[in-house]
């Protein structure tokens, strides 16, 4: 996939890490915590607890087998926050669906491209679509250094494999909790 003309190679692009304060709003909003990083580059690069690096290869392994259950073997309620490489965005969209139809909650950070197939079929099968409020600022795993001048929108698309006849799109801002009027709405789906 091709996301805007980029001097930046989509080599590079795949290992961009997503900035916490992205992960902590989509938490904030679904009232869950991340359980599982299923896109680590490896283990230097996992920033949680539970994560599936290139060598267990994220998209041949049951992310089911990383989740936590209590001790009544009810899963804990959390989600599973993908930011894949963009160059597989089409694989990894059909593993969230995979996963989702599970049982698991899915969030998949992507590129806000409305008119290719891969976001079509996104769109299709997610429950609901989180518009960020200004554009994305990947991390370089390299630096550390935020890349500034990311020079296409992002949006986080989540699923949780229950049809949907329509999907809701909700803007939000990274850094501020969400109007929970907002959230209201969407208690019903994720509960």
């Keep these: 996939m091709n996301i805007v003309d980029s001097n930046t190679k989509s080599s590079v692009k795949d290992y961009w890490q997503t900035p916490q304060h ?33 060598a267990l290869d994220g998209l041949n392994t049951s992310w089911l087998d990383f989740i936590s259950f209590d001790e009544d073997n009810c899963m ?3 989600f599973v926050f993908v930011n894949p490489p963009f160059s597989q965005l089409k694989a990894w969209s059909k593993k969230c669906v995979e996963e989702a139809n ?34 994305v600022n990947y991390i370089d795993p390299d ?16 699923f949780t ?12 801002d990274q850094c501020v909790v969400p109007d929970l009027k907002t959230v209201d709405k969407h208690q019903s789906f994720l509960d």
């Design 22 to 54: 992205i992960v902590n709003s989509v938490g904030l909003l679904l009232n869950r915590r991340i359980m599982l990083d299923p896109c680590a580059k490896d283990e230097n690069s996992a920033k949680y607890m539970h994560f599936i690096d290139e």
């Design 161 to 172: 494999g229950m049809p949907c006849r329509s999907v809701d799109r909700v803007r939000f």
């Design 143 to 158: 630096n550390g250094k935020i890349k500034s001048g990311v020079n296409f929108p992002s949006i986080l698309s989540v």
């Design 76 to 78: 804990i309620d959390g």
């Design 102 to 135: 599970k049982g698991l909650v899915v969030v998949l950070l992507h590129p806000d491209t409305p008119d290719t197939a891969v976001y079509q079929y996104i769109e299709y099968h997610c429950n609901l679509q989180l518009l960020p409020t200004s554009r």
